[in-house]
């Protein structure tokens, strides 16, 4: 599995993929990746310890993947990365929570003192699929609320059961209220929840003009930002 990777071609940056805790949450229906999540907290910070080594700081950008959220990365690692910050001269972090942290993420902020873009994964604004059929657990009750907290949405789109008007009102959300968001096309993987290639198809054609969007990222494979397997 590749952990550590660049990102070329939008919001330039280092990034890389760590092993925390299991997920706080870890019951969305389409999730998978938790199996990638360790209990033994040295072999998980011998791992990170290594993949970070590998930063060098070009882009003064870095964001820190884990599966789940980074308040599940051990208390050594999180030293680490903040040791490495200040080593490579680093300017800027992505990083990623889930709802139920919202209260904790001023504390991460705090900690690193350095600007964070915090990306959250939102999935889809309609509340029924989101906390209904994905089971995501994030029951903000507005935008704003969301965005008292968190400054990135990640979105999900050609899933089954999706529809065309809920992803046009998801991405004319996105466009409207966040500087930036990850739009990640759904790949099947070992859970239920299955891939709509028809509707993936139809997105791609209509949604292409986001490539060239700055603040946009949109990952047709998941493993488009150079991590994961
Ligand atoms: S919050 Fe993220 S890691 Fe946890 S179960 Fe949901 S998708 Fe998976």
């Known amino acids: 599995m590749d952990r550590y990777s660049e990102v070329t071609n939008k919001n330039i940056r280092e990034i890389v993929l760590l092993k925390g805790s299991p997920c706080v949450w870890g019951k969305c229906s389409f999730c998978d990746y938790i199996l990638d999540n360790g209990t033994h907290e040295e072999e998980m910070n011998a791992l990170n310890f290594e993949v970070l080594g590998q930063i060098t700081g070009k882009y003064k950008v870095l964001e820190v993947i884990n599966s789940g959220s980074c ?33 904790r993420i001023q504390e991460m902020r705090d900690f690193f003192g350095i ?6 994964g939102v999935e889809t604004f309609d509340e029924d699929f989101r906390n209904g059929y994905l089971n995501k657990s994030a029951h903000f009750k507005s935008i704003d609320e969301l965005k008292k907290y968190f400054d990135s949405p990640c979105m999900m789109v050609g899933i089954k059961g999706q529809t065309k008007a809920m992803i046009d009102r998801d991405m004319e959300l996105v466009l409207k209220h ?12 070992t859970t239920t929840v299955k891939r709509d290639e028809e509707l993936v198809q139809w997105f791609i054609q209509k949604y292409k003009f ?19 397997d």
């Not at 999180?78 to 990083?95: T, V």
């Not at 600007?115 to 959250?120: A, G």
């Open 71 to 103: 308040f599940e990365l051990p208390q050594a690692t999180l030293e680490r990365i903040k040791a490495i910050i200040k080593e490579k001269g680093i300017e800027k972090l992505f990083l990623e929570s889930h709802w139920a942290y919202r209260n």
């Open 115 to 120: 600007p964070i873009t915090f990306k959250i």
């Open 178 to 189: 966040f500087d930036h968001a990850t739009i990640n096309v759904f790949i099947d993987n």
């Open 210 to 228: 986001l490539d060239e969007n700055p603040k946009i990222e949109v990952l047709y494979n998941n493993t488009d930002f150079g991590v994961g």
